[in-house]
């Protein structure tokens, strides 16, 4: 079982909190996406026997795409890889390219389940004006709504990314953001914590003062709102980051976070076999050339015992599946159980983990620090 990640690394405009791997340049759009076909090619042995159960466009902004190049895109995947049936097929969009008038004269969303797509994620942030312009996003406040409206019309799979912790976006305006989520009847919502990216227009911003530093404590407690909010209609908070009603976990991160194999496809995109990880190179025109000579622009690197540990163990503290002390000690070792067991008392004792049937979990007090946390339950060699 696998999963197929496809990077398509262009967006319109660069938001100022970004620092994923993207170029506002679209000139080489047609050699990326030749290149991308061509890498799944050279790596058509990568899965073996596998079955390929997600295949997922993620970015910069796959939405900037043609139609005729995602099903290029799609097609390749059938060409390379064992696909199941009815594989989920994710496109993060953005709002702008799903209402502009563009996508409207080319029925976009009949036109993306045309070619397969299944489960739409559609990069909302907010819906308020004051919080899209200070992040720089493309699109505007009625275009949030908008692109839902629509969107609905089409897909009963759909997941909305929103950003909390934002400078000057008070609890009530967060409140009214998953209010409106909320009154789409969606199924699944993502939500990040704004992070300030090194060497990101954000921080810049954040230095000369333009911008108020975001505030810590405000993030959390916005946090805790969220959970609230959403776990009494339903939502179940699988991983930090997302909620899913039943039935509507995203497949394709879910076994991410469970250690399946995935295959990365495009500039920046990593891959996991179980045993390693590797890279693709972060520059569109490196990348294109390497391809077109056939050649894979990536590194590699061979996890050790102690790194598969300590990836199990920050994955599984930001789950709910959590840390399972038997799974330790049978696929690591005995003695990595047992530093576990010792190194989470202190944590157990200030209520922030717990054990229930050998598994180790965060509480809801936990749950926003996990990432510290498993920092400090990591082995050191
Ligand atoms: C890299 S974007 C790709 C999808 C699409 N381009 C978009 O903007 O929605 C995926 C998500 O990461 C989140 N993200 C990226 N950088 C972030 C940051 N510095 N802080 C919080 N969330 C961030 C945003 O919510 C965004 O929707
Ligand atoms: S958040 Fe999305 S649209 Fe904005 S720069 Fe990053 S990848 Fe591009």
Known sequence: MAGVYIHVPFCKQACHYCDFHFSTQMKKKGAMV????????????????????????????????????????????????????????????????????????RDIFKDFRKIGVNRLSIGIQSFFEEDLKLMNRAHNAQESEHCIEEAVKHFDNITIDLIYGIPGMDHDRWKANIQKALDF???????????????????????????????????????????????????????????????????????????????GIGPSAHSYDGLSRAWNIRNNSIYIKQIQQGVLPSEKETLTVTDRYNEYVMTGLRTIWGVSKDKIAKEFGQDYANYLEHQSEKFIDRQLLFWEDAILRTTQQGKFLADGIAADLFFLE
């Open 185 to 263: 009847g969606l199924p699944h919502i993502s939500s990040y914590a704004l992070t300030v990216e090194p060497k990101t227009a954000l921080e810049k911003l954040i230095q000369k003062g333009t911008v108020p530093q975001v505030d810590d404590d405000q993030a959390q407690e916005q946090f805790h709102i969220l959970v609230e909010l959403l776990e009494e209609q339903g939502f179940v908070n699988y991983e930090i980051s997302n909620f899913g009603k039943p039935g509507y976990f995203s497949q394709n991160n879910t076994a991410y976070w469970q250690g399946k194999t995935y295959l």
């Open 34 to 105: 030749d290149a991308l076909v061509r890498e799944m090619e050279l790596r058509k042995n990568e899965l073996g026997d596998e079955v390929v159960e997600t295949i997922y466009f993620g970015g910069g902004t796959p939405s900037v795409l043609e139609l005729h190049e995602l099903e290029r895109l799609i097609q390749a995947v059938y060409d390379h890889y064992k696909v199941m049936d009815n594989p989920e097929i994710t496109l993060e969009a953005n709002p702008d390219d799903l209402v502009s008038s563009r996508a409207q004269s």
